[in-house]
Protein backbone atom coordinates (compact mmCIF):
# COMPACT_ATOMS: atom_id res chain seq x y z
CA UNK A 1 0.00 0.00 0.00
CA UNK A 2 1.22 3.62 -0.94
CA UNK A 3 0.70 5.17 2.82
CA UNK A 4 -0.78 5.60 5.80
CA UNK A 5 -2.72 9.13 5.42
CA UNK A 6 -4.09 11.76 8.00
CA UNK A 7 -7.57 12.45 8.06
CA UNK A 8 -8.39 15.31 5.33
CA UNK A 9 -12.30 16.03 6.82
CA UNK A 10 -14.19 15.94 9.65
CA UNK A 11 -12.92 17.32 13.23
CA UNK A 12 -9.25 17.72 13.52
CA UNK A 13 -9.16 17.55 9.36
CA UNK A 14 -8.33 21.32 9.13
CA UNK A 15 -5.17 21.79 11.29
CA UNK A 16 -3.21 18.76 9.61
CA UNK A 17 -3.82 20.02 6.34
CA UNK A 18 -0.95 22.12 4.25
CA UNK A 19 -3.33 24.43 3.00
CA UNK A 20 -3.86 25.68 6.88
CA UNK A 21 -0.45 25.11 7.84
CA UNK A 22 1.44 26.72 5.20
CA UNK A 23 1.78 29.90 3.69
CA UNK A 24 1.95 29.89 -0.62
CA UNK A 25 5.24 31.20 -1.18
CA UNK A 26 6.26 34.14 -1.87
CA UNK A 27 8.80 32.87 -4.77
CA UNK A 28 9.00 29.67 -6.47
CA UNK A 29 11.02 26.93 -5.02
CA UNK A 30 14.24 26.06 -6.46
CA UNK A 31 14.02 23.89 -9.06
CA UNK A 32 16.38 21.78 -8.89
CA UNK A 33 18.27 18.91 -10.82
CA UNK A 34 15.26 15.92 -9.84
CA UNK A 35 11.91 16.04 -10.26
CA UNK A 36 10.56 15.62 -6.59
CA UNK A 37 7.01 14.82 -5.16
CA UNK A 38 4.75 13.69 -2.78
CA UNK A 39 1.47 11.07 -2.94
CA UNK A 40 -0.80 14.17 -1.70
CA UNK A 41 -4.44 14.65 -0.68
CA UNK A 42 -7.51 15.48 -2.99
CA UNK A 43 -9.87 16.82 -0.24
CA UNK A 44 -11.92 19.26 -2.02
CA UNK A 45 -10.59 18.48 -5.25
CA UNK A 46 -7.60 17.64 -7.38
CA UNK A 47 -6.57 21.58 -8.13
CA UNK A 48 -6.20 21.47 -4.32
CA UNK A 49 -3.45 19.01 -4.42
CA UNK A 50 -1.89 20.64 -6.96
CA UNK A 51 -1.88 23.60 -4.44
CA UNK A 52 -0.70 21.89 -1.97
CA UNK A 53 2.18 20.05 -3.46
CA UNK A 54 3.67 23.51 -4.90
CA UNK A 55 3.67 24.46 -1.06
CA UNK A 56 5.01 21.87 0.18
CA UNK A 57 8.22 22.54 -2.37
CA UNK A 58 7.18 19.73 -4.95
CA UNK A 59 7.48 20.13 -8.54
CA UNK A 60 5.27 16.89 -9.33
CA UNK A 61 2.62 15.11 -7.45
CA UNK A 62 0.60 11.84 -6.94
CA UNK A 63 -2.61 11.77 -6.18
CA UNK A 64 -5.71 9.17 -6.16
CA UNK A 65 -8.50 10.19 -8.55
CA UNK A 66 -11.23 8.96 -6.13
CA UNK A 67 -11.19 6.92 -2.92
CA UNK A 68 -8.62 3.92 -3.34
CA UNK A 69 -11.53 1.73 -1.29
CA UNK A 70 -14.24 1.75 -3.34
CA UNK A 71 -14.89 0.22 -6.46
CA UNK A 72 -17.63 3.36 -7.24
CA UNK A 73 -15.96 6.55 -8.49
CA UNK A 74 -17.87 9.58 -9.93
CA UNK A 75 -16.40 10.84 -12.97
CA UNK A 76 -13.94 14.50 -13.38
CA UNK A 77 -15.96 17.18 -13.69
CA UNK A 78 -14.50 19.69 -16.65
CA UNK A 79 -13.80 22.13 -14.37
CA UNK A 80 -11.64 20.21 -12.07
CA UNK A 81 -9.71 19.33 -14.95
CA UNK A 82 -9.26 22.64 -16.42
CA UNK A 83 -8.39 24.11 -12.99
CA UNK A 84 -5.86 21.84 -12.53
CA UNK A 85 -4.13 21.99 -15.78
CA UNK A 86 -3.78 25.62 -15.35
CA UNK A 87 -1.82 25.52 -11.94
CA UNK A 88 0.16 22.48 -12.89
CA UNK A 89 1.43 25.11 -15.49
CA UNK A 90 1.19 28.00 -13.06
CA UNK A 91 3.58 26.30 -10.59
CA UNK A 92 5.59 24.12 -13.50
CA UNK A 93 4.55 20.87 -11.94
CA UNK A 94 5.25 17.60 -13.70
CA UNK A 95 4.80 14.73 -14.08
CA UNK A 96 0.94 14.29 -12.71
CA UNK A 97 0.78 10.77 -11.37
CA UNK A 98 -2.18 8.42 -10.38
CA UNK A 99 -2.23 5.51 -7.95
CA UNK A 100 -4.91 3.28 -9.50
CA UNK A 101 -7.37 2.01 -6.49
CA UNK A 102 -6.12 -0.74 -3.90
CA UNK A 103 -9.23 -3.19 -4.67
CA UNK A 104 -8.48 -3.88 -8.04
CA UNK A 105 -6.73 -6.97 -8.79
CA UNK A 106 -6.30 -7.96 -12.47
CA UNK A 107 -4.53 -10.91 -11.83
CA UNK A 108 -7.10 -12.73 -9.85
CA UNK A 109 -8.81 -16.07 -10.18
CA UNK A 110 -12.16 -14.99 -8.85
CA UNK A 111 -13.89 -14.37 -11.87
CA UNK A 112 -16.71 -11.47 -10.42
CA UNK A 113 -13.95 -9.31 -8.53
CA UNK A 114 -12.12 -9.65 -12.35
CA UNK A 115 -14.84 -8.22 -14.20
CA UNK A 116 -15.12 -5.53 -11.14
CA UNK A 117 -11.18 -4.97 -11.39
CA UNK A 118 -11.51 -4.24 -15.40
CA UNK A 119 -14.18 -1.93 -14.74
CA UNK A 120 -12.80 -0.05 -12.43
CA UNK A 121 -9.41 0.29 -14.05
CA UNK A 122 -11.31 1.27 -16.92
CA UNK A 123 -12.74 4.34 -14.86
CA UNK A 124 -8.69 4.79 -13.54
CA UNK A 125 -7.94 5.12 -17.17
CA UNK A 126 -11.20 7.24 -18.11
CA UNK A 127 -9.62 9.81 -15.28
CA UNK A 128 -6.16 9.72 -15.57
CA UNK A 129 -6.98 11.32 -19.42
CA UNK A 130 -9.42 13.70 -18.10
CA UNK A 131 -6.93 15.43 -15.71
CA UNK A 132 -4.15 15.30 -18.30
CA UNK A 133 -1.99 12.88 -15.97
CA UNK A 134 1.07 11.97 -17.45
CA UNK A 135 1.20 8.25 -15.47
CA UNK A 136 -1.38 5.90 -13.54
CA UNK A 137 0.44 3.54 -11.29
CA UNK A 138 -0.77 -0.04 -10.66
CA UNK A 139 0.18 -2.63 -8.70
CA UNK A 140 -0.10 -6.29 -10.77
CA UNK A 141 -2.14 -8.18 -8.33
CA UNK A 142 -2.52 -11.46 -6.46
CA UNK A 143 -2.77 -14.42 -8.74
CA UNK A 144 -3.78 -16.77 -5.52
CA UNK A 145 -5.62 -20.03 -7.02
CA UNK A 146 -3.27 -20.02 -9.74
CA UNK A 147 0.05 -20.57 -11.53
CA UNK A 148 2.27 -17.35 -11.81
CA UNK A 149 2.38 -17.85 -15.57
CA UNK A 150 -1.82 -17.87 -15.92
CA UNK A 151 -1.95 -14.77 -13.14
CA UNK A 152 0.84 -12.95 -16.01
CA UNK A 153 -1.91 -13.84 -18.75
CA UNK A 154 -4.76 -12.69 -16.94
CA UNK A 155 -2.89 -9.49 -15.22
CA UNK A 156 -2.19 -8.49 -18.84
CA UNK A 157 -5.32 -9.27 -20.48
CA UNK A 158 -7.26 -7.38 -18.13
CA UNK A 159 -5.14 -4.13 -18.52
CA UNK A 160 -5.48 -4.20 -22.23
CA UNK A 161 -9.55 -4.96 -21.96
CA UNK A 162 -9.88 -1.91 -19.48
CA UNK A 163 -7.71 0.48 -22.09
CA UNK A 164 -9.32 -0.50 -25.32
CA UNK A 165 -11.16 1.92 -27.52
CA UNK A 166 -9.52 4.76 -25.10
CA UNK A 167 -6.74 6.72 -26.54
CA UNK A 168 -4.11 6.39 -23.69
CA UNK A 169 -1.35 7.55 -26.88
CA UNK A 170 -2.84 10.28 -27.48
CA UNK A 171 -3.67 11.68 -23.76
CA UNK A 172 0.24 10.91 -23.56
CA UNK A 173 -0.71 8.35 -20.43
CA UNK A 174 1.31 5.73 -19.49
CA UNK A 175 0.28 2.77 -17.21
CA UNK A 176 2.87 1.90 -14.75
CA UNK A 177 3.11 -1.32 -13.54
CA UNK A 178 4.73 -1.14 -9.94
CA UNK A 179 6.60 -4.13 -8.19
CA UNK A 180 5.20 -4.92 -5.18
CA UNK A 181 6.68 -6.29 -1.86
CA UNK A 182 7.09 -9.97 -2.36
CA UNK A 183 3.82 -11.31 -0.36
CA UNK A 184 2.78 -15.22 -1.27
CA UNK A 185 0.86 -15.03 -4.73
CA UNK A 186 2.02 -11.45 -5.47
CA UNK A 187 2.81 -10.26 -8.95
CA UNK A 188 5.52 -8.54 -9.76
CA UNK A 189 7.79 -8.79 -6.50
CA UNK A 190 10.45 -9.78 -9.04
CA UNK A 191 11.83 -6.83 -11.75
CA UNK A 192 12.15 -10.17 -14.29
CA UNK A 193 8.31 -10.34 -13.63
CA UNK A 194 7.61 -6.54 -14.15
CA UNK A 195 9.36 -6.37 -17.32
CA UNK A 196 7.62 -9.79 -18.53
CA UNK A 197 3.82 -7.61 -17.75
CA UNK A 198 5.40 -4.69 -19.69
CA UNK A 199 6.21 -6.58 -22.94
CA UNK A 200 3.31 -8.53 -23.20
CA UNK A 201 1.46 -4.77 -22.89
CA UNK A 202 3.82 -3.26 -25.04
CA UNK A 203 1.20 -3.60 -28.44
CA UNK A 204 -1.73 -2.85 -26.51
CA UNK A 205 -1.00 0.02 -24.64
CA UNK A 206 1.70 2.86 -23.54
CA UNK A 207 3.50 1.27 -20.41
CA UNK A 208 6.39 1.08 -18.17
CA UNK A 209 7.45 0.76 -15.15
CA UNK A 210 7.28 2.16 -11.65
CA UNK A 211 9.68 1.11 -8.85
CA UNK A 212 9.03 0.95 -4.97
CA UNK A 213 12.14 1.48 -2.97
CA UNK A 214 10.38 -0.13 0.13
CA UNK A 215 8.95 -2.75 -1.96
CA UNK A 216 12.48 -3.41 -3.72
CA UNK A 217 14.13 -4.06 -0.52
CA UNK A 218 11.81 -5.98 1.51
CA UNK A 219 11.32 -8.17 -1.37
CA UNK A 220 15.38 -8.85 -1.23
CA UNK A 221 16.63 -6.49 -3.29
CA UNK A 222 19.97 -4.89 -0.89
CA UNK A 223 19.25 -0.90 -1.97
CA UNK A 224 20.80 -0.82 1.30
CA UNK A 225 24.49 -1.40 1.16
CA UNK A 226 26.82 -0.02 -2.06
CA UNK A 227 27.30 -3.28 -3.07
CA UNK A 228 23.86 -4.32 -3.50
CA UNK A 229 22.68 -0.95 -4.18
CA UNK A 230 25.01 -1.39 -7.31
CA UNK A 231 23.82 -4.96 -7.84
CA UNK A 232 20.05 -4.49 -7.45
CA UNK A 233 20.52 -1.59 -10.25
CA UNK A 234 22.34 -3.95 -13.02
CA UNK A 235 19.73 -6.40 -12.39
CA UNK A 236 16.83 -3.94 -12.86
CA UNK A 237 18.57 -2.61 -16.20
CA UNK A 238 19.12 -6.34 -17.57
CA UNK A 239 15.33 -6.85 -16.91
CA UNK A 240 13.01 -3.79 -16.44
CA UNK A 241 15.46 -1.10 -18.26
CA UNK A 242 16.11 2.57 -17.02
CA UNK A 243 14.39 4.00 -19.83
CA UNK A 244 11.11 1.98 -19.01
CA UNK A 245 11.11 3.74 -15.19
CA UNK A 246 9.80 7.08 -15.25
CA UNK A 247 8.75 7.49 -11.59
CA UNK A 248 10.48 6.01 -8.60
CA UNK A 249 8.67 5.13 -5.43
CA UNK A 250 11.01 6.67 -2.78
CA UNK A 251 10.21 4.77 0.77
CA UNK A 252 12.06 3.79 3.20
CA UNK A 253 11.16 0.44 5.19
CA UNK A 254 9.91 -0.47 8.86
CA UNK A 255 10.59 -4.45 7.78
CA UNK A 256 13.77 -5.89 7.12
CA UNK A 257 15.79 -6.64 3.84
CA UNK A 258 13.74 -9.67 1.88
CA UNK A 259 11.17 -9.83 5.11
CA UNK A 260 8.19 -9.17 2.26
CA UNK A 261 6.74 -6.73 4.79
CA UNK A 262 5.00 -3.74 2.98
CA UNK A 263 5.52 -1.19 5.56
CA UNK A 264 6.86 2.53 4.31
CA UNK A 265 8.70 4.41 6.41
CA UNK A 266 9.79 8.32 6.93
CA UNK A 267 12.78 8.81 4.26
CA UNK A 268 15.97 7.93 6.32
CA UNK A 269 14.56 6.87 9.69
CA UNK A 270 13.81 3.10 8.23
CA UNK A 271 15.79 0.35 7.91
CA UNK A 272 17.25 1.36 4.32
CA UNK A 273 18.86 4.12 5.53
CA UNK A 274 19.22 7.66 3.87
CA UNK A 275 22.77 6.67 2.14
CA UNK A 276 20.36 4.47 -0.30
CA UNK A 277 18.32 7.51 -1.30
CA UNK A 278 21.41 9.62 -1.57
CA UNK A 279 22.63 7.25 -4.00
CA UNK A 280 19.56 7.07 -5.86
CA UNK A 281 19.06 10.12 -6.15
CA UNK A 282 22.04 11.10 -7.47
CA UNK A 283 22.87 8.06 -10.25
CA UNK A 284 23.13 9.17 -13.43
CA UNK A 285 21.05 6.26 -14.67
CA UNK A 286 18.34 7.55 -12.89
CA UNK A 287 18.68 11.39 -13.58
CA UNK A 288 14.74 11.61 -16.15
CA UNK A 289 12.81 10.21 -13.36
CA UNK A 290 10.41 11.61 -10.94
CA UNK A 291 11.09 10.69 -7.29
CA UNK A 292 7.79 10.48 -5.17
CA UNK A 293 7.25 9.66 -1.65
CA UNK A 294 4.28 7.79 0.00
CA UNK A 295 5.19 8.47 3.38
CA UNK A 296 3.42 8.28 6.67
CA UNK A 297 1.90 10.62 8.03
CA UNK A 298 1.90 10.70 11.44
CA UNK A 299 3.02 14.45 12.42
CA UNK A 300 0.92 17.20 10.45
CA UNK A 301 4.54 18.34 8.85
CA UNK A 302 5.53 15.21 7.83
CA UNK A 303 4.95 15.19 4.57
CA UNK A 304 7.16 18.68 4.35
CA UNK A 305 9.57 17.22 6.38
CA UNK A 306 10.06 14.03 3.74
CA UNK A 307 9.98 15.81 0.59
CA UNK A 308 12.58 18.47 2.02
CA UNK A 309 14.91 15.37 3.12
CA UNK A 310 14.38 14.43 -0.60
CA UNK A 311 15.25 17.29 -2.34
CA UNK A 312 18.20 17.77 0.15
CA UNK A 313 20.33 14.81 -0.77
CA UNK A 314 20.67 16.00 -4.00
CA UNK A 315 24.08 17.12 -4.90
CA UNK A 316 24.15 20.79 -4.90
CA UNK A 317 21.06 21.29 -3.32
CA UNK A 318 19.86 24.29 -0.90
CA UNK A 319 16.85 23.04 0.85
CA UNK A 320 16.26 24.84 4.32
CA UNK A 321 13.32 22.77 6.29
CA UNK A 322 10.42 24.83 6.92
CA UNK A 323 9.37 25.07 10.89
Not at 33 to 38: K, L, N, P, Q, V
Amino acid sequence: MPRTITKTSGPGAQEKDILKLIAAPENPPAKGARRIGIHTSTAGGVPNAVERAWRLGCNCLQVFSSSPRQWKAANIAPEQSDATEVLRAKYDIAPLVVHANYLINVAGANEEFYRKSIDAFRGEIERALALGAEYLVLHPGSYRGLSREEGLARAAAAIAASAKGLDLAGGELTILIENTAGAEFSLGSGFGQVAELIERLRAHIPVAACIDTCHSYVSGYDLASEDGYEATMQKLDATVGFKNIPVWHCNDAKAALGSKLDRHEHVGKGTMGIAAFRRLLNDARTKDAAFIAETPIDEPLDDLHNVNTLRGLVAGAKVKPKK
